[in-house]
């Protein structure tokens, strides 16, 4: 499914329903507001932005749960931020999952991910914050970076009361820290670079006026897959010919209609024996990946399956495609640069890289001219 982008009422391009989450964390983490019309298959991204934050509680929450959250939600309300309940709800810049449990003594656990390295400071150097009463956690692997859990230790009906005014000056600290934030811009712009780079379709094309295309020019798909390699010697340890090799799939549209979201295949063979690296992304660093680090998306590739990378290991072959959905018109060509390292190979032992491109709608398929191969 095809999904239309638009930004404050103009549309911006077309993404694939498999990159939403991509494009919706993207926007959501520079605070802008989202919506999206599964009907009409539009996402909406407004330009004004968002001052929202989701508050989470475990559906089966005792009532000490739901006082605390509430008056987390009574203290952003006084600062000019909005609270939701609805978990299904775009458009939040964070999200607090507060929770509470029968401890000895009282105190309250902040966990975090990277993302909120700013606000933990702002947090910190507040003396009110501070002692045995705090204590702060970063799982920056853990926890995706608009999200801060609260864990609440209660020992007596006194601690709520206590754990209430902690929590409004928490929630008073959240609402300073999101208000300068945007104050000041909200960081950088929206890189369409990134969202859209070259070969994607940011509009809609019209021919030019008085030009129409010829019915009788022939439509064909075709396209040209080459491995450009170097085989050269790294530092061997005593007794081993340690091999490396430094390559390139280059793929070229050489067709007269367009490819959708190409895809590229190497086959290891024997599966194991080499190691891919490369600008290469699994789907778990993708999420860890904040606005300030978008630029590292630029020519960036990730498996096409979640799991890709562990299939790959055990069938040699990898399946991989392009971070930002990418369309590749007629003569453009599209390029991975990659490196396989390996094991000293035994005498009469070899291993070979072989490559295959196609689209998402399997609109041409194209085995690569070469291969890579190494033997003793």
Request: charged residues 25%.
């Amino acid at each position: 499914m095809v999904i239309d982008l638009y930004f404050d009422g103009q549309k911006k391009g077309s993404i694939n329903a498999a990159d939403l989450y991509f494009y919706v964390t993207y926007f959501e983490q520079k605070g802008f507001k989202l919506s999206f019309n599964p009907l009409k298959k539009r996402l909406t991204v407004l330009s004004g932005r968002s001052r929202q934050i989701t508050i989470h509680v475990d559906g089966k929450a005792d009532e000490r749960e739901k006082r605390l959250a509430a008056g987390l939600s009574d203290i952003l309300s006084a600062m000019g931020i909005l609270t939701t309940w609805d978990e299904d709800e775009l458009g939040s810049i964070l999200n607090v999952y507060l929770s509470t449990k029968n401890t000895n003594s009282y105190g309250i656990m902040i966990e975090h991910g990277g993302g909120a390295e700013a606000l933990m400071r702002r947090l910190k150097k507040d003396r009110a914050i501070s002692g045995d009463l705090f204590r702060f956690k970063n799982k920056w692997f853990l926890l995706p970076l608009d999200v801060i859990k609260l864990q609440i230790g209660l020992n007596s009906k006194q601690d709520e009361a206590l754990a209430l005014k902690h929590l409004q000056l928490i929630g008073f600290h959240f609402g300073l820290g999101i208000a300068e934030h945007y104050k000041q811009g909200g960081g950088e712009e929206v890189d369409w670079n990134v969202l859209f780079p070259a070969g994607t379709v940011r509009h809609e094309e019209k021919p030019a006026e008085g030009k129409e295309s010829s019915s009788s020019d022939e439509k064909t798909y075709s396209a040209d897959l080459v491995l450009d390699y170097t085989v050269f010697h790294e530092e061997p340890l005593s007794g081993e010919d340690a091999l490396s090799v430094t390559a390139k799939a280059i793929m070229t549209n050489t067709g007269s209609l367009p490819i959708a979201q190409p895809m590229l295949c190497l086959r290891f063979s024997p599966p194991g024996k080499m190691k891919l690296n490369g600008k290469l992304f699994t789907a778990e660093r993708l999420q860890e990946i904040t606005p300030n680090q978008m630029n590292l998306l630029q020519d960036a590739w990730r498996y096409v399956e979640a799991d890709g990378q562990v299939k790959a290991r055990e069938t040699g072959d990898y399946w991989l495609r392009p971070v930002v959905s990418t369309t590749l018109n007629p003569g453009q060509q599209l390029i991975f640069d990659f490196q396989l390292s390996f094991s000293p190979l035994a005498e009469g032992e070899g291993i070979s890289c072989a490559a295959f491109m196609t689209g998402s709608n399997e609109e041409v398929k194209t085995v690569s001219k070469n291969t890579i191969r190494i033997t003793r």
